[in-house]
């Protein structure tokens, strides 16, 4: 078979089994009594497995068929979830990562990726020793067999029934004494005692058992239940002349329905939607294609109107809806839930915690709301860095959290949620916070602001000097801070999709970094303005208002034109003088009153000075390349209804 075809989805299916299993497994180290957390681990970890056997990798099959030997073990009780498991556990998937990349950067000329380039015998071998036993597949066979455990067509269907409603399934094998006495009527006082807790599955062949007495003194059967298997073990033991008893939980892929058996049925499971994963140049190319329509729609609404036909404008007004409607299922399509880059954190926090001798609770909250993929792979960066200073720099040691009165355990909150056409992200901790002197202190010392500026600003603007690029807190260079470039990086990176960063915070209350995000880039809102003799399109997300200001109110503060706003004073910028138009291809200007839109960037709100408002109108964004593609002020292009091209601005470098 050439699985060369499947290796893509290989990969990408066997990262995201991988986050989870890290996330899980943070979680799982937190409350090791998690049942449903672990039986996930445990059900990830075995389609990771049969992934991977057929497509014949047979290290990640070695290695995680005994990381499901340990998690067996974990979810039967016969294992702790101590540190040395748990750090066992995640030296396995560090190794499984390492094995997915290798198979990823192996590319397609090793067509069934099986030169995997680890060995993990050592890693087994570990995996091993910490087993307290080493279950025989004989023994179990011959368990099942001297049990007479089977399911009927009818009981399969019931256990896929409560699997979706949260039970779990457990085949459960008794053993009286041999010195039992009434045998029959000890293994019915069970039965009462299990169906107490749950729903027991009992086939045909348990009644014959229990009413002929043919089952010696074994006898099994099927407990479907959300109670905890440890408060029903510790019923069972008050019960005479129980030898032993063994839960065994069931997975629900070994319960599947075959084809045969479905055609027995009366009544079928309900169908789950299908999936299917579609590359990321594909949906770009269809997103290309809309914009292309949409362009087109705006031109021919233009048309319409100018042509003053009736009958064309209703036909124009229901293909502008049908546009519009697979403009937002494709950008809908496009959106990815933010757990695509919130499931790593966990771990990271965890290790970083580890190296700092730091307790940490990472909470996250808002991991299903979506976002534009290519935004979300841009922004993993800059909240690594955010997490990374909050355990660095935020969280205080456990010693002096205690000594002025917090908990031991430090909270960093991560989260995320939608607010129109935005999507917010924040990072809170409840660590020492900071102190705006301090900064502004340090900015001044670094040359990043003078003296007398720094007693002018805002504590707000204090709090935003950590992004100036060469600031930094940190005395010593480590490999995760001291070089001043990371929050610099960050508000780069955040206002280069139209975004903002805001910075919060307080002495010893916390500091709280909030990154508001356009939820997709390639089609804006925006505003059309003339400046000279060309049309611009300024992002509707960065507009405050727009107004009109005589000219006589223009004033010269410290080389800086300005002009009173609300209480204030707002600084103007001339966006002909911005994009070099000289004096000799300006226009004579005869209004009175200068239109004015008031943009505002974080904290700073600057009035851009145009020559007139033409209306606001949905554009696609076209990215610059060649010789044009670093011009400065422009964010891209765009073409207009009349086939013209209109640059966009780009508000954040501006201002």
């Known amino acids: 078979m050439d699985t060369n075809q499947y290796k893509d989805l290989f990969i990408s299916e066997g990262k995201e089994i991988l986050s989870y299993l890290n996330t899980g497994l943070v979680s799982l180290e937190k409350k090791p009594d998690d049942t449903e957390c672990l039986n996930e681990i445990f059900r990830q970890a075995h389609t990771l497995k049969g992934m991977a056997a057929s497509m014949g990798y047979e ?33 396995s998937f560090d190794a499984l990562e390492a094995l997915v990349g290798n198979i990823a950067a192996a590319g397609h000329s090793d067509k069934v990726g099986r030169k995997e380039e680890k060995d993990v015998s050592v890693l087994v071998c570990k995996l091993q020793k910490i087993r307290p036993d080493h279950p025989k597949k004989k023994e179990d066979a011959r368990e099942e067999r001297r049990t007479n455990l089977r399911l009927e067509d009818s009981d399969r ?3 896929v ?131 292309e329509l949409v362009i087109n729609k705006i031109r021919l609404t233009n048309i319409g109107q100018s042509l003053e036909n009736n009958s064309l404008n209703e036909s124009l007004t229901r293909t502008g809806r049908l546009t519009d409607e697979l403009q937002l299922k494709v950008m809908d399509v496009r959106l990815v839930p933010m757990d695509y880059i919130f499931n790593r954190f966990p771990r990271m926090v965890r290790d970083l915690a580890a190296e700092e001798n730091k307790e940490i609770d990472l ?28 355990v660095n720099h935020g969280i205080e040691d456990p010693a002096i959290r205690k000594k002025i009165g917090k908990q031991t355990t430090g909270k960093i909150k991560l989260t995320a949620k ?13 660590g020492q916070g900071m102190d705006p002197e301090e900064i502004k202190s340090l900015a001044v010392r670094k040359g990043i602001i003078q003296e007398l500026e720094a007693q002018k600003i805002s504590d707000e603007e204090a709090f935003m000097l950590i992004t100036s690029p060469g600031f930094s807190t940190s ?42 995000l356009p939820l997709s880039m390639a089609i804006i809102q925006a505003l059309l303005v003339r400046v000279e003799t060309e049309t611009y399109a300024i992002p509707l997300v960065n507009i405050t208002e727009t107004i009109k200001i005589k000219k006589e109110i223009i004033k010269t503060m410290e080389h800086h034109e300005v002009a009173p706003y609300r209480d204030t004073v707002l600084p103007l910028i001339r966006l ?54 670093n011009m400065p002020g422009i964010a891209g292009a765009t073409i207009l209804g009349d086939g013209k091209v209109a640059m966009i601005v780009d508000v954040a470098s501006i201002v």
């Open 576 to 629: 002909n003088e911005k994009f070099g138009f000289t004096a000799e291809n300006r226009e004579q200007k005869i209004e009175d009153r200068i239109p004015v839109v008031v943009v505002e960037v974080g904290h700073r709100r600057a009035g851009m000075l145009v020559d007139k408002l033409l209306g606001q109108q949905e554009v696609v964004i076209k990215t610059l390349k060649g010789a044009i593609k």
């Open 157 to 159: 269907l019931e256990i």
């Open 161 to 291: 029934r409560a699997a979706k409603e949260g039970a779990v399934t457990y085949r459960v094998v008794v053993s009286l004494k041999k010195d039992c006495p009434l045998r029959e009527a000890r293994a019915l006082i069970v039965v009462k005692m299990l169906e107490e807790t749950g729903k027991v599955i009992r086939s045909q062949f348990l009644y014959k058992q229990l009413e002929g007495g043919k089952f010696g003194r074994h006898f099994g059967l099927f407990l479907t239940t959300k109670e905890s298997i440890d408060l029903i073990r510790e019923r069972a033991q008050t019960i005479r002349d129980i030898d032993s008893i063994v839960f065994k939980p069931l997975e629900v892929d070994e319960v599947m329905l075959s084809e045969r058996t479905e055609k027995g049925l009366k009544e079928a499971p309900k169908q789950e939607v299908p999936m299917v994963r579609v590359a990321l140049d594909k949906l770009d190319g269809l997103m290309n294609l809309v914009g």
């Open 475 to 516: 005395k010593t260079v480590t490999q995760t801070s001291g070089r001043g470039v990371g929050m610099n990086s960050v508000k780069a990176t955040v206002e280069s999709f139209g975004g903002t960063l805001n910075i919060e915070s307080g002495i010893n209350v916390g500091s709280k970094f909030t990154l508001k």
């Open 363 to 390: 909470i996250i909250e808002g991991a299903g709301i979506g976002l534009d993929r290519t935004i979300l792979e841009e922004i993993n960066d800059p909240l690594i860095h955010i997490l990374r200073n909050s």
């Open 59 to 91: 290290e990640i099959t070695k290695l995680t068929h005994e990381m499901e030997s340990i998690l067996d073990l974990l979810r039967r009780g016969k294992l702790k979830a101590d540190k040395e498991t748990v750090d066992l556990l995640f030296e």
């Open 418 to 430: 939608r607010e129109r056409n935005f999507i917010i992200i924040e990072v809170s901790d409840d």
